[in-house]
């Protein structure tokens, strides 16, 4: 019923209440792809409305955002990690794309397991995840556009992905919706990573003797079950015990990054990310283990406010312990820098009337 009324331009309650999960695209019986329908409808409201201000620090376009904001708080380590990944020439047999969630996250590769991976790309190369999910599709285009420039005369065999969001986009979305095209192969990094470990070119020595619950992030339900199947084996390479969420996988929760797509309100946010926390809690284990450095933070920055839920930590500081290597998770200190950001640079501008369009911004 609600999407015969977005087909015939009827007023439905899904644009005010879709948390922009993806997950309808993956229940769909006829493959009809219903998600793309809602971000159109979107996009429609942003060509007539624009954004409202407050979104403006929660654009990727923006020189100052939440995530670039982080950097200057960052080890001097981190930081020079970005610095050469944005200075290292895209080519190799095996290329990373980073990505804006490792790139707020930098620790997560800095491991011996991406030894002989050529790790390449900065801020201005976002694969436009955040733009699709709100339904800006004009900026994705160009994201596509842009990409596709640049990847046009790089030598590239594999690209690997650590984000399952910036893999879908460079997978499925960009090329299939967007007209992007590239030449090399892609391919998610915890797959990897396990047909290294099953072929014992790397060595998880070190077990990890935790029993935790996996979040399942909006993407990976979308690319299928290997991406899921593929990180729960990785984890119990490295000794984890896996307890399942009563709603996992395919009907797992969002951790409600996407969820301020439809309001552009950070209280969007906070409320599907603690709905999600209050799954993975009733597990009833001492971690929960995600993929997503998008759901890391999202966990974490909510974890600072609703702080009753158990720890989150990375797939891959996971493997890096049991690499007998440090597995330091700095989430929870990015959360709360990012939640000082945003209520210094955000809410000054919560209540403003005015709007804007990501052309005029970026000139």
Request: a positive charge; charged letters at 25%; hydrophobic letters at 35%.
């Amino acid at each position: 019923m609600e999407k015969k009324k977005l087909l015939e331009g009827e007023k439905s309650r899904v644009l005010d209440q879709c948390i922009s999960c993806y997950a309808c695209n993956a229940f769909c019986p006829h493959d009809c792809h219903p998600y793309e329908l809602i971000l159109f409808k979107r996009f429609n409201r942003y060509r007539e409305k624009g954004l409202p201000l407050r979104a403006e620090y929660l654009m990727p376009s923006s020189e100052s955002n939440f995530r670039t904001d982080l950097v200057p708080k960052m080890s001097g380590r981190e930081r020079e990690l970005i610095n050469k990944w944005q200075e290292t020439p895209p080519e190799g047999e095996l290329v990373l794309y980073p990505g804006c969630n490792i790139l707020a996250l930098p620790h997560l590769l800095d491991a011996s397991f991406m030894e002989g991976i050529t790790i390449a790309g900065g801020w201005e190369l976002c694969c436009g995840e955040m733009y699709f999910r709100m339904g800006l599709l004009d900026e994705v285009k160009r994201r596509a556009g842009k990409l596709t420039e640049y990847y046009r005369d790089k030598k590239i065999g594999t690209m690997l992905f650590s984000c399952t969001a910036c893999l879908n986009m460079f997978a499925n979305v960009l090329p299939h919706q967007f007209g992007a095209r590239f030449k090399f192969e892609t391919k998610y990094l915890g797959t990897y990573l396990l047909e290294q470990v099953e072929a014992g070119r790397i060595r998880l020595e070190t077990k990890i003797d935790k029993t935790v619950t996996v979040h399942d992030s909006c993407h990976a339900r979308i690319l299928g079950a290997d991406v899921m199947d593929d990180s729960r084996r990785l984890l119990e390479k490295g000794g984890a015990r896996i307890v399942e969420m009563e709603l996992n996988r395919e009907e797992g929760l969002c951790c409600g990054a996407a969820a301020g797509g439809k309001r552009y309100n950070p209280f969007d946010i906070l409320f599907a990310s603690a709905r999600a926390l209050k799954e993975g809690r009733k597990a009833g284990t001492e971690e929960i283990a995600l993929y997503c450095g998008g759901c890391q933070l999202a966990f974490s920055l909510c974890g600072l406010i609703i702080p009753s839920r158990p720890p989150v930590r990375h797939m891959l500081e996971y493997v890096k312990v049991a690499c007998g290597e440090e597995g330091s998770s700095p989430a929870r200190t990015r959360a709360a820098e990012m939640l000082f950001n945003i209520l210094a640079k955000l809410f000054p501008t919560y209540l403003s009337s005015r709007r804007f369009w990501i052309a005029d911004q970026s000139g």
